[in-house]
């Protein structure tokens, strides 16, 4: 049981669970366009995110942004730096307009996590700031590169979509901003910082309705879209007032970061039985 609990602890704090909420989301996507999978562009984004988030956890506060002291860091290094090999294969085989796009988001990444200058601040510390800029870059690789991908021009539809999932994002990021309340720095300015918990989550509820409403406002909607946005509303409102439980080591880094993922097995089973 300890070697499993221990895998388990690496699948997480290694980024991978992130990586595969993040390429749910883009394969959700790609369903939604009833276009087909892009398995190198889904392969770069998930090795891709690996890397990114590994970074900005560990590689910031190591010597140069490279080298770390703690052991068990030096293990979650070393598969960054396979998981950066295979992001470099998968980028090779991408068209060269998708190249463009993943840089300006690359770029909007690494100014997160390393300031354009020694003595200035990264776009993470500037107060306020950080929830949107996550939001806007997971919208880049999940939404835009897909559409890209797919060739599937700029209509009122996509940017519903846009909005939609920018939404969705903010929503997912609030737990874990209430249950890091008490470690924020009190210049970062998180939502619940500024309005407390009670009505971050007021806010999120706010949110989570605009998501699933915007819906309807939509040209043309997909067969289980109302279903899936609907139940994926509904658990998202559990989630935002399950207060005690954001504390938990696994609630927020597993179940709330997992969502995505299930959201695209509620898609496969509802393709599957209608």
């Not at 950066?84 to 993943?102: E, K, N, P, S, T």
């Not at 776009?123 to 590169?145: D, E, H």
Request: some cysteine; proline content about 3%.
């Amino acid at each position: 049981m300890r070697s499993l609990k221990l895998i388990f602890d690496f699948y997480l704090d290694a980024s991978v669970h992130v990586a595969l909420a993040v390429v749910s989301l883009m394969g959700v996507t790609f369903d939604l366009l009833e276009a087909p999978w892009d398995f190198s562009l889904m392969g770069f984004t998930f090795f891709g995110v690996i890397v990114c988030y590994n970074f900005i956890k560990y590689g910031v506060e190591a010597y140069k942004y490279l080298i770390v002291s703690n052991v068990y860091h030096k293990y979650i290094q070393v598969f960054s730096f396979l998981s950066f090999g295979f992001a470099v294969y998968f980028f090779l085989q991408l068209d060269r307009d998708i190249w463009v796009a993943i840089g300006l988001l690359g770029l909007v990444s690494t100014l997160y996590a390393v300031p354009l200058l020694p003595e200035a601040k990264n776009l993470r510390n500037l107060g306020g700031f950080k929830i949107y800029i996550v939001a806007l870059v997971w919208v880049g690789f999940t939404v835009l590169l897909p559409i890209m991908d797919a060739q599937v021009p700029l209509d009122w539809d996509v940017w519903i979509w846009f909005l939609q999932r920018f939404i969705l994002v903010v929503v997912l990021i609030l737990p874990f901003e209430i249950r890091d309340l008490q470690w924020d720095d009190e210049n970062l300015r998180t939502l619940p910082q500024v309005l407390g918990v009670k009505s971050t989550q007021q806010l999120g509820m706010v949110l989570v309705v605009l998501f699933f409403v915007l819906t309807f406002f939509k040209d043309v909607i997909h067969p289980y879209e109302i279903v899936m946005r609907l139940i994926l509303g509904v658990v998202l409102v559990v989630v935002l007032w399950s207060h005690r439980k954001m504390q938990g080591r696994y609630f927020a880094s597993f179940w709330v970061e997992g969502l995505p993922i299930l959201w695209l097995l509620l898609f496969w089973v509802l393709n599957g039985l209608f």
